[in-house]
T-cell receptor, first 117, second 107 residues
């Protein structure tokens, strides 16, 4: 299957700093990527849809000025958590949409664990 | 309201004890139903995509089926390495994820 990577896998930062998370499709081009966050023992919550070359589409309740998304190439999307606070601590997961043989699915990255102190 | 519900929340099986996980959904305009496996601290791993009622897919000890209201993930003779959280997602105009079933297979 398609491989999606994320970097870093874990990050600890001080409150008020910004953190950038990268999501890369390693062996395919992804015009659409998605960003999720997941709280312990809960399901994935879609934050935004990232489209290459255009502005991201944010889900209701997600602050676009706080969670900056850039999809500058067909293999890279970045999520920047600006002025992070402890409540932003979470597991952030990206995925890439794949269309093949008439089937559509999402392949997920391994996730990034963010801890804001 | 579009909704995806998985049951049970948690399931403990003896090795070799077959069972099924359920994913019930109410969405408008189903485009696909997806099953994923997620290990602790990792991203979901794709298992199956189902598109229409009556469709079935198999992979090793797993078999996924789909009706107009629900999907089942059957696990035949599970092994301890099958222990994980199994997530179901439904694609309508966006993806809706269930909260998952945490499966523990005891040797």
């Amino acid at each position: 299957g398609a491989v999606v990577s994320q970097h870093p896998s874990r990050v600890i930062c001080k409150s008020g700093t910004s953190v950038k998370i990268e999501c890369r499709s390693l062996d395919f081009q992804a015009t659409t990527m998605f960003w999720y966050r997941q709280f312990p023992k809960q399901s994935l919550m879609l934050m935004a849809t990232s489209n290459e070359g255009s502005k991201a589409t944010y889900e209701q309740g997600v602050e676009k000025d706080k969670f900056l998304i850039n999809h500058a190439s067909l293999t890279l999307s970045t999520l920047t958590v600006t002025s992070a606070h402890p409540e932003d601590s979470s597991f952030y997961i990206c995925s890439a949409r794949v269309l093949a043989g008439g089937e559509e699915t999402q392949y997920f990255g391994p996730g990034t664990r963010l801890l804001v102190l | 309201e579009d909704q995806v519900t998985q049951s049970p929340e948690a399931l403990r099986l003896q090795e070799g004890e077959s069972s099924s996980l359920n994913c019930s959904y109410t969405v408008s305009g189903l485009r696909g139903l997806f099953w994923y496996r997620q290990d602790p601290g990792k991203g979901p791993e794709f298992l199956f995509t189902l598109y229409s009622a009556g469709e079935e897919k198999e992979k090793e000890r797993l078999k996924a089926t789909l009706t107009k209201k629900e999907s089942f993930l059957h696990i035949t003779a599970p092994k301890p390495e099958d222990s994980a959280t199994y997530l179901c997602a439904v694609q309508a105009h966006q993806f809706y994820f269930g909260t998952g079933t945490s499966l523990t297979v005891i040797p």
